[in-house]
Every structure is written in structure tokens, then in C-alpha cells.
């Protein structure tokens, strides 16, 4: 069976065709790392408008390449909204802003997709199962929000300690929690 041709004449990518094969697995796979739909559609939109303008910059020839680069736009999406979602929440709180809600019906078969339950159920058995220093960290940086120099303080160790355990945290949680691989959306 062939796939759908990514590239149009003269080279460029065709954005569409690479949007109607994989839109519904990205938004998935966004749902399940923010396990929250309305982020999910944040960021999936924004990685589709970024691919939309940078798509002349993509020098792939294949199909494999077209959805690399777009789940590295993804990547990329995801990791700007966990270094600046804190801020940017705060911001929106601070103003009074409110990100409009997705109709409620869209929300919840998204996240029947994305099989959210089995995700924070997962999340906490995965939380559980640190040790209980690194869990503690993890705990007060990424559910707290704090400041690392204030987990140091609240677990009276260095921040470079405090920063040693997250980063422990963080990467056996990501192990534990290892979803689909995009591999998987290529065979589709």
C-alpha cells in the first residue's frame, strides 16, 4: 500500500496531506503527555501552524522524515508550553483571562482517545513508585510549582541536589510512561 505523497513539485511539503494522514494521532499523543485536552489542542494547533510556516524549510524526501520533523515540532511545542505554561498561567490569572472552553462533547472523546484514565492512573502508580525523596521533589516542582531554589529550602538539601532528584524523577516517570512510539503512527 502507498502512503499519500508528501512532497509537492518542486519539493515543498504538503502540509495538508501530512495534517489529513497524522492529525488525529498528534493531538493523541499530545493528550496523553499534557493530560489535559485543552492543552493538547493548544499545542496541537500551534504545531501545525508552525509546520504550515516553516514547511519550505523541510528538506526530507520521505514520509518517515515529513512525520519526524513534524512530532519534533511537536516536541518542541510541548517542551515550550512546560517551561512557560507556569508563567503564562499565572499571567492569564493575574489579568483575568480565560482561554475560551472546547465544546465539552470534543473534550471528552478526545480524552476517551487518548485513554486519560488509564494515562493518570498510570502517572500515579508511576509517582508511587519513586523513592520517596525523589518523589518529593517531583512533587513540589512540577505539582507545587516551585522554584527549585525552594525545593532545596523545603527538602534541606542544595539545588543542585534538589535539581539531581527531579531530573531522576522526571526521567523514571517518562520511562514508566513511554506511550506509542511514533514509529507506530508510521505504519498507519
Do not use: N
Amino acid at each position: 500500500m502507498r502512503g499519500p505523497r508528501f512532497l509537492r513539485r518542486g519539493g515543498e511539503l504538503d502540509v495538508d496531506a501530512l495534517y489529513a494522514r497524522h492529525h488525529d494521532d498528534l493531538l493523541l499523543f499530545l493528550a496523553r503527555r499534557t493530560a489535559d485536552v485543552e492543552i493538547a489542542l493548544d499545542l496541537w494547533s500551534e504545531t501545525f501552524a508552525q509546520a504550515v510556516a516553516g514547511c519550505s524549510k523541510f528538506r526530507g524526501t520521505t514520509e518517515v522524515e515529513a512525520v519526524g520533523w513534524l512530532y519534533g515540532i511537536a516536541r518542541r511545542q510541548l517542551a515550550r508550553y512546560f517551561r512557560r505554561g507556569y508563567a503564562e498561567r499565572r499571567a492569564m490569572q493575574r489579568l483575568g483571562l480565560e482561554r475560551p472552553p472546547a465544546d465539552e462533547e470534543l473534550l471528552a472523546d478526545i480524552a476517551h482517545r487518548a485513554q486519560l484514565d488509564a494515562v493518570r492512573t498510570e502517572l500515579s502508580a508511576a509517582l508511587a513508585s519513586l523513592s520517596e525523596p525523589v518523589r518529593e521533589a517531583v512533587e513540589l516542582r512540577v505539582l507545587d510549582e516551585l522554584p527549585y531554589i525552594e525545593v532545596a529550602q523545603s527538602l534541606s538539601i542544595s539545588e543542585q541536589a534538589a535539581r539531581a532528584r527531579v531530573s531522576r524523577g522526571l526521567a523514571a516517570l517518562a520511562d514508566a510512561l513511554e506511550g506509542p512510539r511514533i514509529e507506530e503512527a508510521w505504519a498507519r
